[in-house]
């Protein structure tokens, strides 16, 4: 990792995807959009937009033009793209949330801003999938990780193409029945791409090497990951394909669905067998505490796969995916995301700092930058919110589901207090910072 370069805005990425994150724990506090108001009303979409585009997509682009390189020990293929790419996506963002009040009777309704929504979106998601496939396609060979990555990037692109298909319709752009027809019934698709293709694959395919690295356990290349690959890309081709196909043929997508849902649950399986190997064949003794809060993401995964079979075998699948979509974005997907920034941050500014006179002169080490007796009663609380949220959204207590937010943006506001702790050196002020070293800023990597 040492001889990897940073990326110059993975931070703005973390910065603007913690930004977000804070902004939908608000509206949720405050009772903006699910549970207060239908699952397709425009304030509810406005949210799962704020989440799924905003904080976990966000995150996980900076992620992956920081650690796409480390995966394929290849340089990232433009490190000038990651901004602009960053800008198209928030004014996509901003379209798209402003085309949603429009559907609300909010804005004037003769604007364009679904197209434009889907216009800059597409252009942003397009310049990530152009930037990591030529790096991934300057690789000789592709490690497993990077394979379930590789998947991930193509959930996305048909992510994007299902959300451009919907904006066009919704925006009066078009009225070609097939895609009216994706419109009106493509929706799951469209979640299920990017939640369970797009975030939740790629989050896999980096835990994989994340796990090994942070806990100094072995790299996994046996059956059982291939198994959960291989399982896994079938799922999702399912889903995509045969959804898609049996919507434009005016077929049942219900079996298509459940279909995916049990391959998808055994690749599930496999995965949290290997993780389960992970931990127990570490080399380090004591493991950190990302890789502590890491086991409650991973938890949250486990109770949602479980609760998926409960609620299929009970026939109320169906009355419950607003309480399993919760559970997935943020007891696995921000739980993961978050556990690990704690690490990931503190890493990049000690390479950033001290990486330029390692073996010069006395330096830190990595774990010297955080104060985990701080940071892990905000992890604790973020994580007993979630799991309490799940349980009010189940029971249709909406008030209390609003207090668990609280307590979730209570938790992430420390979070993020302790991130900024750790980028701006505070709690390494006892050191004094070497000659030939320099102080990193908070938004920008400057590597010398």
């Known amino acids: 990792m040492i001889g990897v370069s940073l990326s110059r805005w993975t931070m703005s990425y973390f910065a603007a995807a913690l930004l977000a994150l804070v902004a939908a724990e608000v ?3 405050v009772g903006y959009g699910f549970p207060n108001a239908a699952l397709q009303a425009p304030e509810t979409l406005i949210l799962v937009h704020i989440v799924a585009i905003g904080w976990l997509s966000l995150l996980m682009c900076g992620a992956l033009f920081q650690f796409v390189p480390v995966l394929l020990n290849r340089p990232l293929y433009s490190n000038t793209l990651p901004l602009p790419t960053l800008l198209l996506l ?3 963002l901003a379209a798209l949330v402003l085309g949603f009040l429009q559907l609300a009777g909010r804005i004037d309704p003769e604007l364009p801003l679904f197209p434009a929504a889907g216009t ?3 252009l942003g998601f397009a310049l990530v999938l152009w930037n990591l496939a030529r790096t991934f396609s300057a690789a000789p060979t592709l490690p497993l990780p990077a394979r379930f990555v590789a998947v991930g990037l193509v959930s996305i692109a048909a992510t994007a193409a299902f959300g451009i298909i919907f904006a066009l319709v919704l925006g009066g752009a078009t009225d070609y029945a097939p895609l009216v027809a994706l419109t009106g019934t493509g929706l799951p698709l469209h979640v299920i791409a990017g939640l369970g293709g797009w975030l939740t694959f790629t989050a896999i395919g980096v835990s994989y090497r994340l796990l090994a690295m942070f806990m100094l356990a072995p790299e996994l290349e046996g059956v059982s990951t291939r ?3 291989y399982l896994g890309t079938c799922a999702l081709a399912v889903v995509i394909a045969g959804g898609t196909l049996a919507i434009l043929l005016h077929g049942d997508s219900a079996f298509v669905l459940i279909a995916a849902a049990a391959i998808g649950l055994a690749a599930l399986a496999l995965y949290g067998r290997d993780v389960l190997y ?3 064949a570490r080399k380090r003794p004591r493991i950190e505490l990302n890789s502590q809060m890491a086991t409650f993401a991973l938890a949250s995964l486990a109770a949602s796969a479980v609760l998926i ?9 169906a009355d419950h995916v607003d309480a399993l979509v919760f559970l997935l974005a943020f007891g696995w997907l921000s739980g993961l995301g978050l556990s690990q920034l704690y690490k990931i941050v503190a890493f990049l500014t000690w390479i950033e700092c001290y990486g330029p006179v390692l073996g010069k ?11 985990e007796t701080r940071a892990r009663k905000w992890f604790l609380l973020y994580f007993i919110a979630i799991w309490l949220g799940t349980i009010a959204l189940v029971t249709g207590y909406a008030p209390v589901f609003q207090l668990t937010a609280a307590a979730m943006l209570v938790a992430t506001a420390g979070i993020v207090a302790q991130l900024v702790r750790t980028r701006r050196l505070v709690d390494i002020d006892v050191l004094p910072l070497p000659q030939g070293t320099h102080r990193p800023r908070l938004l920008v990597s400057l590597p010398r």
């Open 278 to 280: 992970l931990y127990r």
């Open 227 to 229: 198994a959960s690959l």
């Open 361 to 371: 002169t006395r330096t830190p080490r990595v774990q010297d930058l955080v104060v």
């Open 309 to 317: 079979v409960i609620f299929m075998v009970l026939g109320h699948l």
């Open 27 to 29: 509206m949720m506090t």
């Open 90 to 92: 928030i004014s996509g």
């Open 120 to 122: 800059l979106l597409g």
